[in-house]
């Protein structure tokens, strides 16, 4: 087979309890070709880091600017710091074949899915039920009650965002979860549009009239 077929890039979002990580963790297990995407960020390299591996780190005028020219394509701060996904990574990996996977908020979502409309797919993992939903927001034991009570209530509203998403993950058991994304993704690597030129990879063009 000649040629490389180009890669897409899958991006998971859902509320705070869905199981998200979870989710992208055991998936990547399944394939060393799902790959991250290498973030930038504002924040200074620690020590073990290394440029290009762990971050792409710049400065706050260079990270303004890069999204001011739509290079940035999506971006978020956490403790004082800004983290953002560049448009020239994704384009680097799914060009070599690569599969990306990204776990983001809804409007990072349809960031992506808008600079990437032909490359990004896009799935929404839902809790079994409101109720499992609080039950493994208030298990993690990160938060007092007040903020507890704001985060339940910003995930009971964002599951109605699943609507604009291509695909729906309920993860109630793990395995099967883990299972209905992979198969996302072995479908898509099936579909047309990302096989519309295999008669040239196979070297099948004019072999069949």
């Known amino acids: 087979m000649s040629g490389t077929t180009r890669g897409m890039i899958v991006v998971i979002s859902g509320p705070s309890g869905s199981g998200k990580g979870t989710l992208i963790n055991h998936v990547m297990k399944q394939d060393s070709n799902v790959c991250y995407a290498v973030s930038a960020t ?4 620690r020590y073990g880091e290394a440029e290009g591996v ?8 260079v990270f303004d600017q890069l999204v001011a020219e739509n290079e940035i394509l999506e971006w978020d701060s956490f403790c004082g710091y800004k983290y953002g996904t560049l448009r020239s990574e994704l384009e680097s990996k799914i060009s070599k074949g690569q599969d990306v996977i990204l776990d983001l908020t809804v409007p990072g979502a349809r960031a992506i899915k808008k600079a990437f409309p032909e490359d990004c797919i896009t799935a929404f993992i839902l809790p079994p039920s409101i109720e499992e939903l609080e039950n ?9 009650e007040d903020q507890l009570k704001l985060r339940i209530e910003a995930a009971k509203q964002e599951v109605e965002f699943f609507r604009e ?5 309920i993860n109630d058991d793990l395995d099967t ?3 209905h994304l992979w198969a996302v993704i072995k479908a898509e690597r099936l579909s047309y549009k990302r096989n519309s030129d295999v008669l040239n990879r196979l ?5 069949i009239v």
């Open 177 to 179: 979860g883990v299972d």
């Open 42 to 45: 504002t924040r200074e390299m």
């Open 165 to 169: 998403f291509d695909y729906t993950v």
């Open 54 to 61: 762990n971050y792409y780190y710049k400065s706050d005028a």
């Open 203 to 207: 070297n099948l063009k004019g072999a």
């Open 136 to 144: 493994r927001i208030r298990g993690r034991q990160r938060e007092n």
